[in-house]
């Protein structure tokens, strides 16, 4: 998880000290003000890749950290839901730390990659995990209102507003 992190900290530091040890060594034994810049130059040359490949993979670990922090919290709200079976989502919400509407793209989030069945029921903000084989109906399980597509994997009642997760 943190070895890009690592890594890139590890290059960087290394980048540096190695530009510092050549100019060290390059102003300490040469005689001539030209040896000396051309030193500097060299050392700077050596020692800048390492640098700029450390700097890009402290950032990438920094990212691939954040997005394994928001997958985390994703998988904690998919177990909550199974574990429960009814989850109120500002209840969530609260035991994530995050918002409304970042619990609602991770519930479309999981949807759309397969992990969640169910629905929503937002007039009274409940996230209702179902098997998919008991949600083989056009009727809404809230309500019994007719059933219309509202998009990939997604149902909506237009009579109470609930969402079926398929």
């Avoid at 290394?14 to 300490?28: K, N």
């Avoid at 998919?132 to 059933?147: S, W």
Wanted: hydrophobic fraction near 45%; glycine fraction near 12%.
């Amino acid at each position: 998880m943190t070895t890009g992190r690592t890594l890139g900290l590890i290059l960087i530091i290394g980048g540096i000290v190695l530009c510092v040890l050549i100019a060290a060594v390059v102003l300490t034994s040469a005689q001539t003000t030209g040896g000396r810049v051309l030193g500097a130059v060299l050392g700077a040359l050596l020692g800048a890749p390492m640098v700029a490949i450390g700097a890009f993979m402290l950032i990438r670990g920094q990212q691939e950290a954040r997005e394994l922090a928001v997958v985390e919290q994703q998988k904690k709200l998919l177990g909550m839901v199974r574990a429960q079976g009814r989850v109120n989502i500002a209840e969530a919400a609260l035991e994530l730390r995050v918002s409304r509407d970042t619990v609602r793209e991770w519930v479309y989030d999981l949807v759309n990659k397969g992990l969640f069945t169910g629905y929503i029921n937002w007039d009274q903000g409940d996230l209702i995990s179902v098997d998919a084989a008991q949600m083989r109906t056009n009727k809404c399980p809230h309500c019994g209102g007719e059933l219309e597509l509202a998009g990939k994997g997604v149902v909506r009642c237009p009579y109470c507003g609930t969402e079926i997760f398929l």
